[in-house]
């Protein structure tokens, strides 16, 4: 008999099943730990590599690359424009996090994406960065997030499954952030 | 005459001071829109595209280069690895904008900073992802930031001006996401 895996949306649904299983058996296999190296190059500019992290009960070994990625700032924002912006770069990582939700959450309910495309913008008011408003926020007063999408589920089942996104959870609720300096 | 630009830790300090003179003259001119574009690719996969950004009161005409980027999942998260996770990506959007806003606010305020690099990491329990308990949340329970600096400025000084962070912003504290979506 020739067994085909059961992939749907590009998700291998008989692995996420037996993820769920493996959890629900030890439920210590779900926590997860990542991580980022970050080195500063010159004025808004930095690098971060990124490739180890734990998880399903040990440190990874599987992941071979190390993902390098830059930001900077545009002219206006007294950079050289190298790459993206910190609050682009979430958008970024924002969009990838609602729209990977959707996917694996649509195909574990047997429902099909066959396209996806978004748009996010978020506003602010440099009046925070620079501290001469206590008023106005350093952040994005807000975030719109517009996605196109063909498929059989309903808008309100594909808003639900995108809302599983660690990184919607992260940015619409408090997430505490120590920070430690030390003196080099 | 021979006039030099006065820069400090990359920074160009007379620039800043502009910059904050026409903020404080015409505050609409601080009011700016960050976006990306988000395509999906397969499972989780997506790349997005960056270039426009509107600033200083216009749509930006300077930005010369489009930035594409891509997230994607370890075989263990039923991916191929093609590129980082988007809650490895929101690390290394955070350290690049709690380390800009350090360098600016050091400049703005006459501190030097000679080197900075920092690791971040984050831990999740993937039952929230999974949806397996309802009481566990889907992205990072805390983020812990370590950063090495050499600096003339006292640690407390470096933290107060890293806080100015927009990311340290929209993470620590809750930012409305707007989802919008549309059948193709």
New interface residues.
Partial sequence: MITTANIK????VD??VE??EH??AQ?EL?????????????????V?S?KS?Y??GAE?T????T?T???S??????GE?E???????????????????M???AAANGAT?E??????????????????DPEV???????????????DAS?EQ??NF???????????????????????
Same sequence: chains 1, 2.
């Fill in positions: 949306n590009g998700v291998n692995q996420l993820t769920i959890v629900q439920p779900a926590k997860f730990k990542f991580r980022a190296k970050n080195n500063w190059i010159n004025g808004g500019h930095c971060s990124i992290f998880g399903v990874d599987s992941r071979q690359e993902f990625m830059e930001c700032h545009p002219n206006v924002l007294l424009d790459a993206a912006t910190p609050p682009e770069v979430l958008l970024h990582s924002l969009g990838s996090c609602l729209t990977g939700a996917v694996y959450h994406i396209s996806a495309s978004s748009s996010l913008e978020g506003g602010c008011d440099l009046h925070g960065f620079l501290g001469l926020r350093m952040g994005f007063d807000g975030i719109t997030f517009k996605l196109k999408v063909k498929s808008v594909l808003e995108a809302k599983f996104s660690p990184v919607f959870d992260m940015i619409t609720n408090p997430t505490p952030i120590s920070i430690e300096i030390v003196k080099d």
